[in-house]
């Protein structure tokens, strides 16, 4: 069965240090892999995506995210967190026919310490 | 604004009670998705439309749940005798099907039910 692990519940940065969220799935065939982030009040926002070529994907507010087939991971990096980055983040995998039913992982928390 | 719309975003219901939920997706998107979202969660698939066809349903969506998409435009999801576990954020996405980039989901930002 297809399915997303996002290993780190918590995490905490300092403003301005580097970060990397940790993501493994399950799936038996070529993912599509994405990660959203969810602000307090806010809708599911769509950080970046991959559906194939290049491994190494960008996305908006300067984060990006590696797809490693060989380790079944995606994990989401950034090089400098900024305040406003706090937010929860959540990585999933695209399943089912045309990619319509997402699995999603059960997010990881950031928090920024100024 | 042209994205995802949901209403009520907030929804207090004492138990037993029937609650409707409504997504007004992004125009030109032929595919809407209902998911649900409990504390310490990710989101969970709950049903899928392409235009007016329901093409799945999820096995948590028990038989209190039923959802339409009577036009293939608006989608209403409503749960009948409400119990307390049914208390979670409710969330809806729509897509444009087809192409290389199929399966990109723009959500909404949900509607909060709370059960009493």
């Known amino acids: 069965a297809q399915s997303v692990t996002q290993p780190d519940i918590h995490i905490t940065v300092s403003e301005g240090a580097s970060l990397e969220l940790r993501c493994n799935y399950s799936?038996?065939?070529?993912?599509?892999l994405f990660w959203y982030v969810q602000s307090p009040g806010q809708g599911l926002q769509l950080l970046l995506k991959y559906f194939s070529g290049d491994t190494l994907v960008q996305g908006i507010k300067g984060f990006e995210a590696e797809f490693k087939r060989s380790q079944s991971s995606f994990n989401l990096r950034k090089p400098s967190v900024h305040w406003s980055d706090a937010a929860e983040y959540f990585c999933?995998?695209?399943?089912?026919?045309?990619?319509?039913?997402?699995?999603f992982g059960t997010g990881t928390r950031l928090k920024v310490l100024a | 604004d042209t994205g995802v719309s949901q209403d009520p975003r907030h929804k207090i219901t004492k138990r037993g009670q029937n609650v409707t939920f409504r997504c007004d997706p992004i125009s030109e998107h032929n595919r809407l998705y209902w998911y649900r979202q409990t504390l310490g969660q990710g989101p969970e698939f709950l049903t899928y439309f392409q235009n007016e066809a329901q093409l799945e349903k999820s096995r948590l969506l028990s038989d209190r749940f039923s959802a339409e998409r009577p036009k293939g435009s608006f989608s209403t999801l409503e749960i009948q005798r409400t119990e307390q576990g049914d208390s979670a954020m409710y969330l809806c996405a729509s897509s444009l099907g087809g192409g290389v980039n199929t399966g990109e989901l723009f959500f909404g930002e949900g509607s909060r039910l709370t059960v009493l």
């Open positions: 999933a995998v695209g399943a089912g026919s045309g990619t319509y039913k997402y699995i």
């Open positions: 799936y038996g065939a070529t993912p599509y």
